[in-house]
């Protein structure tokens, strides 16, 4: 068994905003691949099971993400090599993403909850970019805020790759998931 954790904050007023990507993502996967799929309520978690792999969402609020992502873990015994956290990235320019298979929190404070919950940096990861040339001065506005009709003329692709990416990661290894969806796409300039 696999399990993907789509970081967000629950509640109406977070809905669609640049925190709340890896919602978007989990919601946009269950949509393409198995829209039938209901939830359960488990620790503190929204989860979807299919037959091989666990679609969650932790409810505990971005900050404390650990919690609810150790409970799921421990409680269905996934290993830390067969999870992927979907998150949000404001170091990551806006219409890309980068996947690795372990590594720091960097200043994601749900990324920093859950290396802290489960005492290691070896979690694979898929950072959604939200950045932009120029670092807002209030980042928690920023993040928080809804994205543009420009912004999402960015980001929507960046949700279906990352949808892709999930599909793919179901049934090969992180280092195949991150050779395939790695790859920088070149501009073709037409000059």
Excluded at 50 to 67: C, H, I, Q, W
Aim: with cysteine; net charge positive.
């Amino acid at each position: 068994m696999k399990a993907v954790f789509g970081l967000g904050n629950p509640g109406l007023e977070y809905g669609l905003s640049r925190h709340n990507v890896g919602f978007d993502v989990i919601d946009l996967y269950r949509k393409r691949h198995v829209p039938r799929l209901k939830a359960r309520l488990i620790d503190s978690a929204l989860v979807y099971k299919s037959r091989d792999l666990f679609l969650v969402k932790p409810m505990t609020y971005m900050n404390a993400s650990g919690e609810a992502v150790k409970r799921v873990i421990d409680r269905f015994r996934i290993a830390h090599l067969d999870v992927l956290v979907v998150y949000d990235d404001l170091d990551i320019p806006l219409g890309e993403m980068k996947i690795l298979a372990a590594g720091g929190p960097g200043s994601h404070k749900g990324m920093i909850s859950i290396i802290s919950a489960l005492g290691c940096e070896d979690i694979p990861r898929l950072r959604v970019g939200i950045g932009l040339d120029k670092r807002p001065a209030d980042q928690v506005d920023y993040v928080l805020g809804k994205f543009s009709d420009t912004e999402w003329e960015k980001i929507y692709p960046v949700l279906e790759r990352s949808v892709e990416a999930i599909a793919t990661f179901r049934t090969e290894d992180i280092n195949t998931v991150m050779t395939r969806f790695n790859r920088r796409r070149r501009v073709v300039n037409d000059d």
